[in-house]
């Protein structure tokens, strides 16, 4: 069955450096768009960074020129590089995508599991 898997969250301090993967499993053909998302307590979900067909990327105004999104279809696996963090950055984190399945009835629309980023010193 296709699923996102989340992983690199994680505690760090400001200034800072993390790496987001969203690893596609299952029998995938291709992952022609993603997006990142994100929730602090108490605050509504933000689309944070996206990425389209053509590798068109845009990014929320807080974290331009910081954050980078990008696919790698070959290993089927999206990617959100967080630079020079700052503690409003704290969130979980959240990749959905687009998925393009071998499988006939298995492609659509995904949501990773969410991965927790604390950035604090």
């Known amino acids: 069955q296709v699923q996102l898997v989340e992983s690199g969250g994680g505690l760090v301090e400001p200034g800072g450096s993390l790496r987001l993967s969203c690893l596609a499993s299952g029998r995938i053909f291709s992952i022609p768009t993603m997006a990142w998302y994100r929730q602090a307590p108490g605050k509504q979900r933000e689309l944070v960074a996206s990425?389209?067909?053509?590798?068109?990327?845009t990014y929320v105004d807080s974290v331009k020129g910081r954050f980078t999104i990008s696919i790698d279809n070959v290993k089927d696996t999206g990617y959100l590089q967080m630079d020079s963090l700052k503690p409003e950055d704290t969130a979980v984190y959240y990749c959905n995508a687009h998925i393009i399945a071998v499988l006939a009835g298995q492609g659509g629309n995904y949501w990773g599991q969410g991965t927790q980023v604390t950035v604090s010193s």
């Open positions: 990425i389209g067909r053509g590798g068109v990327t």
